[in-house]
């Protein structure tokens, strides 16, 4: 199972030092649904400011590779600013397994900040591109607890601690393998809280019944990195 941001590329999410509000698809240059539909020399313009003096391009420099069961790898990206050295772009996201998107720092009317390699830029949010927020992408995909939680688990938004035993681990302990549902999202106090249900399944080693446990944490934990992070479902 690959793990957008937090594994793709060697936890891009935390070297880019800001966190995502989700992810903008750019099927020019990635596709949509099939990333075998992209054509070499595809690109789209980035800006400095909405509107503003063009920062770059984002532009395919090699055409996806068709592999076995008419499958594709994606295509080879680049970004070209204006005035310097094309360098690979990044970092990515994920739509779905296989099929990369950019990922999202800020949203200004019809506009998308985007994280590059180096900074970001300003891409025009139009169709056929699509902006799905951090909360769409956890309720559609298979949601983690990544390591940037601050294992604190709330009775309610802004509440009190509670405990939650298939949470608890050892210090140098890696987290539990408890898989997560996301009910909802509500914002107070500044902060964006996510309402969660745990459940702790059976292993081959521990055949114990699953347990369900419920309660809200901080949509962002620890150097304000994201608590909860998800692995995308296959096409």
Not at 155 to 173: C, N, S, T, W, Y
Not at 188 to 216: C, D, N, V, Y
Request: proline content about 8%.
């Amino acid at each position: 199972m690959r793990w957008v941001a937090l594994v793709l590329l060697g936890c891009l999410y935390v070297s880019a030092g800001e966190p995502p509000i989700g992810i903008l698809t750019l099927p020019e240059v990635f596709g949509l649904r099939d990333p075998c539909n992209v054509r070499s020399g595809a690109r789209v313009l980035v800006y400095e400011t909405p509107g503003g003096p063009v920062l770059g391009r984002i532009e395919v420099t090699a055409a996806p590779v068709l592999k076995e069961r008419g499958r594709c790898e994606a295509a080879q990206v680049s970004f070209r600013p204006v005035n310097g050295e094309r360098f690979d772009f990044a970092p990515v996201g994920e739509l779905k397994s296989g099929v990369p998107a950019a990922l999202a720092r800020e949203e200004r009317g019809a506009w998308v900040r985007i994280a590059l390699k180096e900074g970001s830029g300003w891409v025009r949010n139009t169709y056929p591109r699509q902006l799905i927020s951090m909360l769409e992408l956890l309720r559609r995909n298979e949601p983690r607890l990544t390591e940037d939680w601050d294992e604190i688990v709330y009775d309610a938004p802004a509440g009190k601690p509670i405990r939650v035993d298939i949470l608890k681990r050892e210090e140098g302990d890696p987290l539990p393998d408890v898989r997560v549902q996301v009910l909802s999202q509500y914002n107070t106090q500044g902060r964006i809280w996510l309402h969660l249900i745990f459940l702790s399944m059976p292993s081959a080693e521990r055949k114990s019944l699953i347990q369900r446990r419920e309660g809200w944490i901080a949509a962002y934990g620890r150097n304000g990195m994201p608590a909860l992070w998800y692995s995308p479902r296959g096409r």
